[in-house]
């Protein structure tokens, strides 16, 4: 009996994981091909300001969301909204596969308007995600909410680790007459075969949320546990996650939480909580990611693969290391975000000093950035799922504004940085085959 619940544990983790992976595969996978479809499209590398903008539209999809809650609550089910957006993520990536490098004419201008039509589809399943993948995951108990978080870490992972068997942005340095320039090799395999692959892990994802709700269907109901007597059983069973037999919440009594008033929610730890919430995703989805060939091309693009691939390993492998070792001291997680920041100022330092930063030209240089940017994502990273999971007991409303100050963060962090780098260009990128500080 207790291999049969190890095993349907097991399998609950890996559908969560592989659901959670579909959250925000799409603008992680639109991010990494920008090198490729730069060289293509009409827009060139005005193109990473257009993406911006759509990411920022995208927003309507949680506004709209946040607003049903409020104004109408217990009528928003999230086993319908989700398959409604993984349906469209999954046709609009296949229509992106297929009509991504087709360009029409607007005001007497050449557009890749299906590539950005398709794209604004994609940020707007994304965003929406955040305000109903969350909320969802409260019908489990809490470790799942970790296992959510480490497939989030993977939908950054497997496209970087494509792009790299790609071979976006390698390049070479020739010696030629007029000297050193230089020379771009040519990709593996084209565009359309990576947003195929976008094609399918959307799929697997959406499959995998059927399947979770066709496991949900079971006659089991799993019972909270708020007994002082039987709390030590509830310790016992989060040390060893993935062998507890905890099961989902049955759909009633999820819908009894909704419409219950969430009177105490607003204590000033969630409110503590949240803070952190934002600050982190502010960092790592906006702030940093739009300085990052800043503070690492100047070291070449050994340090820049490096850093985006380590640092998206360091991701999922925070959130499982939360999965056994779970901080729930508030100034233990104050001073947890206090250091990331210390590593997010010496990236963004970097990043302003470029093309010229410090120890440029050494390997000590190398391995400073590529720590950095490994430390800077994994503290950040095991800081929004104990988060996550700490506010999963304050119920389903929790979840919900977990959700928003998550994408709220990311909007601001990304809209603080969209002048400074594209409009008054206060950071300047190394050029390449060239010594930039003589």
Request: proline share 6%.
């Amino acid at each position: 009996m207790a291999d049969a619940w190890c095993n349907r544990a097991l399998v609950t983790h890996i559908l969560v994981a592989l659901f959670g992976m579909g959250s925000w595969i799409s603008v992680n996978s639109l991010w990494v091909e920008l090198p490729v479809v730069v060289d293509i499209l009409p827009e060139r590398w005005n193109l990473p300001a257009y993406l911006s903008v759509l990411i920022a539209f995208g927003n309507l999809g949680p506004v709209a969301v946040t607003l049903t809650h409020h104004f109408a609550p217990g009528c928003l089910n999230e086993r319908v909204v989700i398959p409604s957006i993984q349906v469209l993520a999954v046709v609009a990536s296949a229509f992106l596969a297929i009509f991504w490098s087709w360009v029409t004419t607007v005001a007497g201008e050449p557009r890749s308007l299906p590539f950005l039509l398709l794209t604004f589809v994609l940020s707007f399943v994304c965003c929406t995600s955040n305000v109903t993948f969350l909320p969802f995951m409260y019908r489990y108990p809490p470790q799942y909410i970790r296992t959510f978080f480490v497939g989030q870490g993977l939908s950054a992972l497997f496209p970087c680790v494509v792009a790299l068997g790609q071979g976006v942005g390698k390049l070479e340095c020739l010696e030629t007459e007029n000297g050193t320039k230089p020379e771009k090799f040519k990709e593996n395999f084209p565009a359309q075969d990576f947003f195929w692959f976008l094609f399918v892990m959307l799929t697997v994802s959406a499959l995998s949320f059927l399947a979770l709700l066709y496991r949900d269907a079971a006659p089991v109901v799993r019972k909270d546990i708020q007994a002082p007597e039987q709390q030590l059983e509830k310790d016992q069973e989060e040390e060893n996650p993935l062998k507890n037999g905890g099961t989902p919440l049955s759909e009633e009594q999820v819908d009894v939480e909704k419409q219950t008033p969430a009177v105490s929610f607003w204590t000033l730890n969630n409110i503590y909580l949240l803070f952190l919430l934002g600050i982190s995703n502010a960092l790592t989805n906006g702030v940093l990611p739009s300085v990052q060939t800043f503070s690492c091309l100047p070291y070449g693009t050994m340090a820049f693969h490096l850093s985006v691939v380590l640092g998206n390993i360091a991701n999922p492998l925070a959130c499982f290391v939360a999965m056994f070792v779970l901080l729930r001291s508030s100034a233990g997680l104050g001073i947890m975000s206090l250091g990331g920041c210390v590593f997010a100022a010496y990236l963004l330092a970097l990043a302003a000093l470029s093309p010229c930063p410090p120890l440029l030209g050494s390997n000590a240089g190398v391995v400073v950035v590529v720590i950095s940017w490994i430390i800077f994502t994994g503290l950040f990273s095991y800081l929004k799922v104990v988060v996550g999971t700490l506010l999963h007991g304050a119920g389903h409303t929790a979840l919900l504004w977990c959700g928003v100050f998550i994408q709220a963060g990311s909007l601001i962090g990304a809209l603080t940085m969209f002048p400074l780098v594209s409009v008054y260009h206060v950071f300047h990128q190394a050029q390449d085959c060239v010594d930039n500080c003589s």
